[in-house]
């Protein structure tokens, strides 16, 4: 019965070990941030208010600010591939890129609020 304790006790243990992955990491940023989207295991981008982008290209430890065109809260990234991606904010904000996220250049939305 010892044996059998000693087991469960060991895989509850693992299966802690394995689901608490979590790590806060510092952004270097007040504002709120919305979104974020890893290209791959290493390069990421972070999106939030008054124009934020974030990029990390060390899977998250450290975040760089990016230039970004506008003052809009941005709320969401997506890339479609590692060169192309597009930012989504407030008041029919399209922003995109074709470099891998070096620079972002303003879409037209048609939305004008």
Do not use: H, R
Not at 39 to 54: A, K, P, R, W, Y
């Amino acid at each position: 019965m010892k044996s059998f304790i000693y087991i469960l006790l060991i895989v509850c243990f693992n299966i802690q070990n394995n689901y608490s992955q979590w790590i806060l990491q510092t952004s270097g940023v007040t504002g709120y941030l919305w979104s974020v989207f890893f290209v791959d295991t290493s390069e990421g981008f972070c999106v939030g208010e008054n124009g934020t982008i974030l990029k990390t290209t060390d899977g998250g430890t450290i975040w760089n600010s990016m230039y970004c065109p506008i003052n809009e809260n941005l709320l969401d990234i997506f890339f479609v591939d590692s060169s192309i991606g597009y930012i989504v904010g407030n008041s029919g904000t399209i922003l995109k890129t074709t470099n891998g996220g070096e620079s972002w250049n303003a879409q037209t939305s048609g939305y004008n609020a």
